[in-house]
């Protein structure tokens, strides 16, 4: 660590800069970047075609919080990233965009509430991989704050600080940004849910509009040309059935490609 933040000696004095070190003591900041903590970790399961089917479970704790990082970057990497062969070069092609996953790791370490008794989770499937943080948001932050990146409050500002010197995060605050960010060029987004207790990030497998069918591209246009839609505006449109455009959008909106917003005859649909 002492190469990565430009550090030539490791001592007390080096701790007490990063204030890992504090009144004679360690703090909870310095166990969680030891190699051997007794803090909750990282729990990651590999499904299946369904929630029934476990290929690999992976129990990240004992460790550094900093080797939890890495161990479930690489688990990414293994089952998102493949090479594709083009002529005589290589090209790297990333199912779920790599800064996305990063940046929602980092996000869960630096942002969780360590004083809860639950790991991380992260649950990786064929078409997404959910991260779910135990602690919801800080008092008086909206979730509309905290996806636009307005407001940086930091939980664990120590932990924060270190991350940011290793060159994990950038400037705070702007972790959500660059997921929503990496993801400028397919047609379905990064989901963000909260709750008092737990924050979950939605990575959605990448598409683009040559994978839409036909009818499901011709819908997916209009949103693009319109703000918002109900579905008898929609039927005004397209020479389709009310039942058509209805299995459109629920196929839509299951790859969180569109959003529905309202109920009964004020229910509409967005991007």
């Not at 504090?22 to 903590?37: I, K, R, V, Y």
């Not at 409050?153 to 605050?173: M, T």
């Not at 400028?184 to 990064?190: F, Q, R, T």
Request: glycine content about 4%.
């Amino acid at each position: 660590m002492k190469e990565a933040i430009s550090i030539n000696t490791f001592n007390k004095d080096t701790l007490k800069t990063l204030n890992l070190f504090n009144n004679n003591h360690f703090n909870n900041a310095a166990e969680l970047l030891s190699d051997n903590n007794s803090f909750p970790g990282i729990d990651i399961a590999i499904f299946g075609k369904s929630i029934n089917i476990i290929k690999k479970r992976l129990l990240l704790e004992n460790m550094s919080i900093l080797k939890m990082y890495d161990l479930a970057i690489q688990t990414y990497i293994d089952y998102y990233q493949y090479e594709e062969i083009d002529g005589s070069y290589r090209k790297k092609i990333e199912l779920i965009p790599e800064e996305a996953f990063r940046e929602s790791i980092a996000n869960a370490l630096i942002h969780r509430a360590w004083d809860l008794n639950a790991k991380i989770r992260i649950s990786m499937f064929e078409d997404r991989i959910e991260i779910v943080s135990p602690g919801g948001l800080i008092n008086g932050i909206t979730k509309d704050e905290y996806i636009s990146g307005m407001i940086s409050s930091l939980r664990n500002p120590i932990i924060s600080n270190v991350f940011f010197r290793l060159g994990i995060v950038e400037i705070f605050g702007t972790g959500i940004l660059r997921i929503i960010h990496s993801y400028n060029e397919s047609i379905n987004k990064p989901i963000f849910n909260t709750s008092t207790n737990t924050i979950q990030i939605t990575l959605p497998v990448t598409r683009s509009k040559s994978d839409l069918k036909t009818d499901n591209e011709i819908i997916y246009n209009l949103f693009k040309q319109y703000n918002e839609l109900s579905i008898s505006e929609i039927l005004s449109l397209v020479p389709y059935s009310r039942s058509k455009v209805k299995d459109i959008l629920n196929k839509l909106k299951e790859e969180n490609i569109i959003r529905k917003t309202g109920r009964g005859r004020g229910t509409k649909y967005h991007l």
